[in-house]
């Protein structure tokens, strides 16, 4: 498929997704977040693919939506559901714009190469694990520009980093550097710019090596579904998954590869 705004690649058993604007630091436009979602869906569809990257061309990662088309845009459209949902998980909380995330079952690694913002934060957000460059800047950015937390990333926010610290970003806006966001739980991993697609992909291999991508699937699902669930509702549901899982070969392979000392042979899904 050829794209506008976006590059896609498939290596490795790792999809990479750029945002490809770099003249505008990747500002979000309605394209974009079509291409995006178009290919996510295509990597999550590939049984080749174990995990997706999803990063930005140039010196940022993304500075937000495109203040042009922003000016322009119908309000209505915001709440405007995908054409589409993915298959994993089918809640409605993460089957809407730039909330769909989650319900991808493979593992989503975000790399912040640069400036993250506004509804460039909101997808951040959306990815399973964050590496950061040192000298990337992060801000909510929203009351600034007259606007409310936009798609869900309240919600998202302070799952992330707390209530309180949640509050302190959206209401006053401000830039924090890598170093802070990492210390708040906001990224995993900061490494110097020039080191930043080593390390990013290093640990994606290691995923798409060494684990199996049916188990990755279920605790990604356990742990997006756990803020809807009880201690016991989430007991229950991991105890079903073992259940199911330990009758499976990779659970087999994966024994045997641990006492063997070598790759394990996990089946793609």
């Not at 405007?80 to 593992?107: E, S, V």
């Not at 937390?149 to 949640?166: K, Q």
């Not at 739980?185 to 020039?194: A, K, M, S, T, Y």
Request: aromatic content about 8%.
């Amino acid at each position: 498929m050829t794209y506008q705004q976006i590059l896609y690649e498939v290596r490795d058993r790792i999809a990479t997704v750029t945002l490809n604007r770099p003249e505008r630091l990747n500002a979000w436009t309605d394209v974009m977040s079509q291409e995006v979602y178009d290919a996510m869906h295509a990597a999550a569809q590939d049984k080749t693919v174990r995990v997706i990257v999803l990063t930005g061309a140039g010196r940022a990662f993304c500075v937000g939506a495109d203040i042009e088309g922003l000016a322009e845009s119908d309000p209505k459209a915001l709440a405007t559901k995908l054409p589409r949902p993915f298959d994993m998980n089918r809640r409605a909380d993460y089957q809407t714009r730039h909330t769909w995330h989650p319900a991808i079952g493979k593992p989503i690694i975000a790399m912040l190469n640069g400036a993250t913002a506004g509804l460039g934060l909101v997808n951040a957000l959306g990815c399973d694990v964050r590496f950061a460059a040192e000298d990337a800047v992060f801000t909510t950015a929203f009351a600034r520009i007259g606007l409310s937390a936009e798609y869900g990333i309240a919600w998202m926010l302070a799952r992330v980093v707390g209530h309180a610290n949640a509050l302190d970003l959206l209401l006053s806006g401000r830039k924090l550097g890598a170093s802070e966001a990492q210390r708040l739980g906001l990224v995993n991993f900061v490494h110097p710019r020039d080191q930043l697609a080593k390390a990013t992909y290093a640990y994606a291999r290691e995923l798409a090596e060494w684990c199996s991508p049916r188990s990755m699937r279920a605790i990604k699902q356990q742990v997006w579904e756990a803020p809807f669930l009880t201690l016991a509702e989430a007991v229950a549901m991991a105890n079903r998954d073992m259940a199911i899982g330990s009758a499976l070969p990779d659970f087999k392979e994966g024994l045997s590869a641990f006492l063997e000392k070598r790759r394990p042979g996990f089946a793609d899904e």
